[in-house]
């Protein structure tokens, strides 16, 4: 079994539809929470950073975590199409910038103008 | 924010010969950077993590003899592979971490080995 489980779709929305991308894990040692999203043949790129549960917004991003039933979401509110791009859910257990990082699959979105 | 310089972007090589690339952090000295490879339409995989002046640690699969890491410098890391066969082609990522800016990603070598 995978420590991070994420839907890889594709998923398909058009614009300004409002988007919700989920991780769910297994290993209650994850502590910090990142969402990236990665434009075809780039690098990752920081979207949201989280650690503790709740929510947290910036912009027309909110990040979700709910540590008790190991879920994690990222909503896109007005999506715009470019937006379009792969989204990767990322964790670690420690805060420490040597600790690694394990990545869902990541979920290709596409919206459609 | 925190940058990350990756280079090439794209290199095309023989089956057989070697190439190498460079990550380097512009803005800020990274702590420990880390080596991913990525196929199409998968997610990161983590090959190596290095700290600056020890040796890489790597992951379980990956040949430490044939992707070799020098983190010479808290601003400049390299992954060569060597002897490379059309197998190795893919796309490598590196991240440079540090206290202050976190994980900060490189662009991305797509490698095609002919």
């Known amino acids: ?113 | 924010g925190a940058v990350v310089s990756q280079h090439p972007s794209r290199v095309i090589c023989k089956s057989g010969t070697s190439v190498k690339i460079e990550c380097r952090s512009l803005d800020f000295q990274a702590t420990t950077m880390f080596w991913y490879r990525q196929f199409p339409k998968q997610s990161l995989m983590l090959m190596a993590t290095s700290n600056e002046g020890s040796k890489a640690t790597y992951e379980q699969g990956v040949e430490k003899d044939k992707f070799l890491i020098n983190h010479a410098s808290l601003t400049l890391s390299t992954l060569t592979v060597t002897s490379a066969h059309p197998e190795d082609s893919s796309f490598y990522i590196c991240s440079a971490a540090s206290w202050t800016d976190g994980y900060t990603f490189g662009s991305g070598t797509r490698l095609t080995v002919v």
Do not use: H
């Open chain 1, 1 to 113: 079994q995978k420590e991070v489980e994420q839907d890889p779709g594709p998923l398909s929305v058009p614009e300004g539809a409002i988007v919700s991308l989920n991780c769910t894990y297994s290993n209650s040692a994850f502590q910090y929470f990142m969402w990236y999203r990665q434009y075809s043949r780039k690098g990752p790129e920081l979207l949201m950073y989280t650690y503790s549960s709740g929510n947290k917004e910036d912009g027309r991003f909110t990040a979700q975590v709910d540590k008790s039933s190991k879920y994690i979401s990222l909503f896109i509110r007005d999506s715009q199409p470019s937006d379009s791009a792969t989204y990767l859910c990322a964790m670690s257990k420690q805060e420490t910038s040597g600790s690694r990082l394990t990545f869902g699959e990541g979920t290709q979105l596409t919206v459609n103008p």
